[in-house]
């Protein structure tokens, strides 16, 4: 073993560590997470294991043979043709040729799809081009094809949406008229994404991802839930995966409880019961990234959250694993050293079901 | 596996291996599958011009692993020209 490791920081910055170092990165890490959501840390075999992936002298790792999962994606498939803001390389081919391009000379698993924009409420009024969109695709493919889109409760707020600002109505001191404004936009959004997805069911839809969910905190969360057990009802034959946001649902709200659970500060070993409540095929938990912090200490935090999760879990749980998300770097184009060693520790020790 | 049928992935792998006759381990060889793809007529990397893609290899993948999917069920209500 070489006491010197090159790995990064969180913001992608490559950085040389000694053995100890990163141990003790790793310890601290799985210890913060362990203290936030009162779980378990990992334990010293683990931890050793993921030292091990850290201390691999190849710049790319990999599972054993047999070990291998799936992925699901957040629009993955409009990578070709897609801006900077998704990673993607703007190529001018058609959305037909970017979902084909991504399924057969990428090799997905499956391709997720989407409006352009991904927030839900842009959808609405759109909703019979999406239609045709999907429809069109999903004879063209063989693997699944899952179309997503961001519950985005932000939207719903002044000056984008109807709804006053609880964001403006909080420091005014003004509580209770902040958490009536989220109620009211949250049923509004619920409403919505139900309006989408079963629309989207009409054309043979055979999954819908409801990603980035809980953005704008716990009344977000509740429009998701609600409508994910709707579409169970209305529209059996879909699956739906739930996506998240973050780590932890933000309480903009505060009060908000579904099931007799309050929403607001779950992590997700909690996330992925509310999910499988409502009837959620495949969760996606989102852990936080600290840019200052080491690559060591923010993937023991997140193998940590996930292998809780999993544990917990009677549904198959994918982590999202972006940019800024469940170990990798805050930067765009993700240092490949540090997506492969993220992909084998989430599943190798996080017993991820896929990514 | 795990979208229809809300499958872990161990399970999900066990399930599909024993439906195609191969061990788990088999699932990702591209020596072994490409055959068994091929033989089975559920799409192939590279493509075989008369092999089934798409909607078509999707509903015979449906049936093989005898799994109801939502576009299936459509394209094959489309093909009942009695209704």
């Known amino acids: 073993m070489q006491n010197k490791v090159i790995t990064r920081m969180g913001d992608g910055a490559r950085v040389e560590m000694s053995a100890e170092q990163v141990k003790e990165d790793i310890r601290v890490g799985t210890r913060d997470a362990a203290d936030r959501g009162k779980i378990p840390e990992l334990t010293p075999d683990e931890l050793e ?33 897609a801006d900077q803001a998704d990673g993607g390389v703007a190529l001018p081919m058609s959305y037909m040729q970017s979902v084909l391009t991504y399924e057969r000379v990428c090799c997905a698993d499956t391709a997720g799809v989407g409006h352009i924009d991904y927030s839900c409420k842009p959808v609405k009024p759109i909703v019979n081009y999406e239609k045709q969109k999907y429809y069109s695709l999903n004879q063209a493919t063989t693997v699944p094809l899952i179309y997503g889109t961001q519950p985005n409760l932000g939207l719903y707020f ?29 049923e509004q959004l619920r409403n919505d994404l139900v309006f989408v997805a079963r629309n989207l069911y009409e054309v043979g839809c055979d999954g819908f991802n409801f990603d980035t969910a809980a953005s704008a905190g716990d009344a977000d969360f509740l429009a998701a839930l609600e409508a994910i057990r709707e579409l169970k009802k209305i529209a059996p034959n879909m699956a739906i995966e739930l996506g998240m946001s973050s780590e932890f649902v933000l309480g903009l709200h505060g009060e908000i409880t579904f099931d007799g659970a309050r929403l607001a500060g779950m992590y997700p070993h909690d996330q992925v019961k509310m999910a499988e409540a409502v009837g959620a095929d495949i969760f996606g938990p989102a852990v936080n990234v600290k840019a200052a912090k080491s690559t060591p200490w923010n993937l023991a935090r997140a193998v940590t959250f996930v292998k809780e999760t999993v544990k917990v879990a009677g549904i198959p749980v994918h ?7 469940c170990g990798l770097p805050m930067y765009e184009s993700t240092p490949i050293d540090c997506t492969t060693r993220a992909a084998k520790a989430l599943v190798e020790i996080g017993k991820a079901d896929g990514l | 596996m795990q979208l229809t049928q809300r499958m872990k992935i161990t399970e999900a792998k066990e399930y599909v291996a024993r439906k195609l006759g191969i061990n788990v381990i088999e699932l990702t060889d591209e020596e072994v599958m490409h055959q068994v793809r091929q033989d089975l007529d559920i799409a192939t990397l590279p493509m075989i011009a008369d092999g089934a893609s798409g909607i078509v290899a999707k509903s015979r993948i449906a049936e093989l692993l005898d799994i109801e999917l939502n576009s299936v069920n459509l394209f094959k209500s489309k093909l009942e020209f009695t209704k």
């Open chain 1, 319 to 325: 982590p999202n694993v972006g940019m800024g998300v």
């Open chain 1, 158 to 186: 002044q000056p984008d949406g109807a709804f006053p600002n609880p964001s403006e109505l909080l420091p005014a001191g003004k509580i209770s008229e902040a958490r009536e404004t989220q109620e009211a936009a949250a």
């Open chain 1, 49 to 81: 294991a993921l030292f091990e992936i850290f201390a691999d002298t190849n710049r790319i790792v990999a599972v054993k043979p047999g070990a291998e999962v799936i992925t699901t994606d957040d629009g993955a498939a409009m990578t070709p043709i």
